[in-house]
């Protein structure tokens, strides 16, 4: 899928400069993907702080909720997960680039084992959201965690309830690794699932299953350490992979909207703001797991 470059955009270039609106501390309004939220929120704090360009916020509401908002044009930007296609963006009249990238990660609530050793994989991870294991001390958990004393817990599984880009990049995965889910399910924001309870964004899915015990869910990294849920490793082909490296199987990139009718001013501002994230705002991406995009 071709992606617009916003930093290429000849028009957006030709308004680099925006000391004809510093003195007025514009305002941008950004809303999207609960996904980067930590980072962005992060970067709109540092900048609007910095006193460099206009004041700006970043609104968690879904991926889905932040599309519909930038088409209305009741935001500056949007943030989504889920990327449009180039064709999607053309019709709606909207310019979309990749901002960085990130790791979704399992989150388990279970009593007696310590947090970072129990061990999926793919194969076991879809079925559990297939509902086809439904007990943690099944043999199948087991003999991925020779050692372990699993529990003889219902398994419940938590899922996200609103249209979500963190839920794309999880069932992209799904997908790639059980082709009974792709065949039934496939890759989406949204779905009627086939077992499980749903939480709002992905601090609603990190409650859900911080009050459950056996509760299985999706979140982003940071979300999960934030709420100080115990996240599951990945076996991938016989290699017991964590988060925090490259090869860590569950990555997705994150993109920013902006429509094309932007006024002029607030398209200066605009650029500004995300030419000082590019270069200043890596540190803080790393220092919080996101993958910030090379220079």
Known sequence: M????????????ALATFATFAAERLELNGAGGSFPAPLY?????AY???????????????????????????????????????KQCEEAGLEQFHMVSGAVVPVVNLPGVPDGKLVLDGATLADIYLGKITRWNDARLAALNPGLKLPDLKITVVHRGDGSGTTHIFTTYL????????????????????????????????????????????TEYTFALESKLNVAKINVGGKIEVPTVQSWPIIG??????????????R??????????FKHGGETAKKLYYIPVAK
């Open 2 to 13: 071709k992606v617009v470059s916003y930093a290429a955009s000849a028009a957006i270039a």
């Open 41 to 45: 929120q992060k970067w709109c704090y």
């Open 48 to 86: 609007t702080q910095s006193g460099e360009g206009a004041k700006v916020n970043y609104q968690s509401v879904g991926s889905s909720a932040g599309i519909s908002q930038i088409k209305a044009g009741t935001v500056d930007f949007g943030g989504t997960d889920a990327p449009l296609t180039e």
């Open 175 to 218: 997908s790639k690794v059980s082709p009974e889910w792709k065949e039934r399910y496939g890759v989406a924001k949204q779905l009627k699932w086939p077992c499980g309870i749903a939480g709002q964004k992905n601090p609603g899915v990190c409650n859900n299953v911080a009050r459950i015990k056996g509760a299985i869910g999706y």
């Open 253 to 266: 990139k994150t993109y920013i909207l902006v429509r094309k009718d932007t006024p002029a001013v607030k």
């Open 268 to 277: 200066a501002a605009l650029n500004a703001y995300f030419d000082w994230c």
